[in-house]
């Protein structure tokens, strides 16, 4: 036999699928709702201008070596402050390790394989749904996942109390079958801070006191993967208030950020990976550890993106353009939440569309049955993924007609 005669295609990506048949699909109007990039309301990926700036500002700079220290410290400590607050304690007493990384994936992996290497035995606790690439980070780490339940089909909303519950026990589902069972302390739980993915379904910050709450009463440890700061609210700060809730609470955290969206940088794969620690010494062994896993999975993260954003983050002017452009993303996805659901009430749908602007951030999770969704396929061009999640920034002032009009015809 053949070397690879054993090897089979990999299961398709739920995400990747999309985008697939969305460009073998020929027909001129068709609308990929799919991916989780920003548009414009022409339809267009967007280069911010901060980052049009910064790249003028650093043009003709020699890529030849890696970063050079000073500006990849500056660039984690400018990253630190974003998830924990410009003031916050631990960035002051250093006590945080942190580290570049590929984008949020490279974080989230980075993190996975550490906490398999320093806790062998623990789980990983991820809410349901999250986003698919979780469950693929994890496993690949070989750490196992359990799940805790979050959102909640017949509201479109959380399922606060089941939540809770689940903290405090785990719920595990054997085929038809499922329990309770006691959870077991110091598991890890990774929370979407804001802008949760797939569901669009945030806590309130009431909702956020408790959950932290109970977490540090089973001493768990709270990992938040943050990938959209600043899509939910327009603010990057209210964005990072869960992080800041559970810090006032004592919790040591850990954080996976990502410039990806926020800046528009996807294909520059720029994120941060950092970890509070109970001081400075820990801290440093701490980074110590994440550097040599990174050197050996990966080396270093290309310079070229990092630059870029350590010129956003260090100029004020950039800086202070950045936090208006994040607005105005924010602020068109709002906008197209509630003209969506006035267009669809318009049509006379039967259905509550209420939570279509209820929810936040860059996805709507919809309540499209997968049948809906083959049909908007089939029969408008329309692609999301089967789950009903609609990428509200693939919707403009162009097509927004054209999509509720659809919705409603798949749903009468
Ligand atoms: N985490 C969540 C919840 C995401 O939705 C994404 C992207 O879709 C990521 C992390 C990682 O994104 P990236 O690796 O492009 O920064």
């Not at 006590?95 to 320093?118: M, W």
């Not at 440890?221 to 006032?248: N, R, T, V, W």
Request: proline residues 4%.
């Amino acid at each position: 036999t053949g070397w690879w005669d054993h090897v089979g295609p990999a299961p398709k990506d739920p995400i990747l699928g999309v985008t697939e048949a969305f460009l073998a699909d020929p027909n001129p109007e068709k609308i990929n709702l799919g991916v989780g990039a920003y548009r414009d309301d022409e339809g267009k990926p967007l280069v911010l201008q901060c980052v049009r700036n910064a790249e003028s500002m650093i043009s003709g700079t020699e890529f030849l070596e890696s970063l050079s220290s000073s500006v990849s410290l500056r660039l984690v400590e400018e990253s630190a402050k974003l998830a924990y607050g410009e003031d916050s304690d631990a960035i002051k007493e250093q006590r945080y390790a942190g580290v570049l990384a590929l984008s949020g994936t490279g974080a989230c992996r980075l993190f996975a394989e550490f906490q398999r290497r320093f806790y062998p035995k623990s789980h990983i606790f991820l809410s349901s749904p999250t986003w698919s690439n979780h469950h693929n980070i994890w496993r690949d780490a070989q750490v196992p996942e359990r799940k805790f339940r979050y959102y909640d089909p017949d509201s479109k909303g959380l399922q606060f109390a089941t939540l809770i519950d689940d903290i405090k026990h785990v719920f595990i589902e054997k085929g038809m079958f499922s329990c309770m069972q006691n959870a077991p302390d110091r598991s890890f739980f990774l929370l979407h801070p804001c802008a949760h993915n797939p569901t669009g379904v945030d806590p309130s910050e009431e909702q956020w006191r408790e959950i932290s709450y109970q977490l540090k009463k089973k001493n768990h440890f709270p990992f938040f993967d943050m990938a959209y700061q600043g899509f939910a609210s327009g603010c990057l700060d209210e964005d990072a208030k869960a992080i800041h809730i559970f810090l006032d609470d004592g919790h040591l955290v850990g954080c996976a950020q990502s410039y990806a969206k926020n800046m528009g940088l996807y294909g520059h794969r720029v994120g941060c990976l950092s970890v509070l620690c109970a001081d400075a010494k820990q801290a440093a062994a701490i980074k110590s550890q994440l550097q040599q896993i990174a050197r050996a999975m990966y080396g270093s993260p290309p310079v070229h993106g990092l630059l870029l954003v350590s010129t956003i983050l260090t100029d004020s002017k950039l800086k202070r353009l950045w936090k208006t452009e994040i607005k105005d993303m924010a602020k068109r996805i709002t906008g197209m939440r509630v003209v969506l659901r006035e267009k669809l009430e318009k049509l006379g749908s039967a259905h509550n569309w209420q939570h279509i602007t209820d929810q936040v951030g860059m996805f709507c999770f919809s309540g499209l049955a997968p049948e809906h969704v083959d049909q908007l396929a089939k029969e408008f061009h329309i692609y999301m993924t089967h789950d009903g999640r609609i990428s509200i920034a693939g919707i403009t002032s162009n097509n927004v007609d054209y999509v509720a009009n659809a919705i409603h015809e798949v749903t009468r």
